[in-house]
Every structure is written in C-alpha cells, then in structure tokens.
C-alpha cells in the first residue's frame, strides 16, 4: 500500500484546511486510517483514526471538536477536515494504513499499530 498525503500549507489562526490521503491498492476499505502530526522537536503523535467502514471515529482531545476525519472507499482516500486552527496545530501531518481490525478503536491511537505510512504534508498556522 502506497500513501499520498496532500492538502498542506500555510494558514492563519482560525482558519481551515482539508488534508486528503490516496492509497493505492484494492484493500484500503479493509483498512483502518490514521492521522498523526509531528511538531518540529517532538514525538510523532495520534490526530484522529477511522474504522474501515467510516463508522467509527476517534479522535484526540486536542483537536476534539475542531477536527474531522472521513473516508471515501470508492476513491481510496481519507481526509481531515481541520477547522479553527491554531498556530500549536503547526506540524508535518502524516496519514498511516493499519490493516488489522480494531475493537473499538483499541490501538489506533498507537503509532506502532500501523504498517503503512505517507511521506506527510506540511501544515502551518500562523497567529
């Protein structure tokens, strides 16, 4: 499985932006999608997570509210609808495929659950 992120740039607080991801391959609908964002000097860390069907969504509490993942299986993409956006949401934005199944989310929230990664996007927000 190969990963396109997409949809980064420049932004002033309050703000929004859609970030989309493209997967190649004929199983992205069996596969549970996640975003993470990396901030320059810090750990790789959970944005929002989707199951394979889109039924289920989970999210971090930072973004709760203001953030919104969805999925699109007939186009193979997933996307993040960020909204209200603040300079602390600045970060290179990654999505990752994980192609296991979760109980209720558990695990998607893990870096290490996922098998697959894009190359990121840069997200910037200005104050």
């Known amino acids: 499985v190969q990963l396109q992120a997409c949809g980064g740039g420049l932004v002033q607080a309050g703000g929004s932006l859609r970030l989309s991801c493209a997967a190649s391959?004929?199983?992205?609908?069996?596969?549970?999608m996640g975003w993470f964002r990396q901030a320059p000097g810090k750990e790789r860390e959970f944005v929002a997570a989707?199951?394979?069907?889109?039924?289920?969504?989970y999210y971090a509490d930072s973004v709760k509210g203001r953030f919104t993942i969805s999925r699109d299986n007939a186009k193979n993409t997933v996307y993040l609808q960020m909204n209200s956006l603040k300079p602390e949401d600045t970060a290179v934005y990654y999505c990752a495929a994980r192609p296991r199944p979760s109980k209720n989310g558990l695990g998607l929230d893990t870096r290490e659950e996922y098998d697959y990664w894009g190359q990121g996007t840069q997200v910037t927000v200005s104050s």
């Open positions: 391959g004929r199983t992205f609908s069996s596969y549970a």
């Open positions: 989707i199951s394979w069907s889109g039924g289920s969504t």
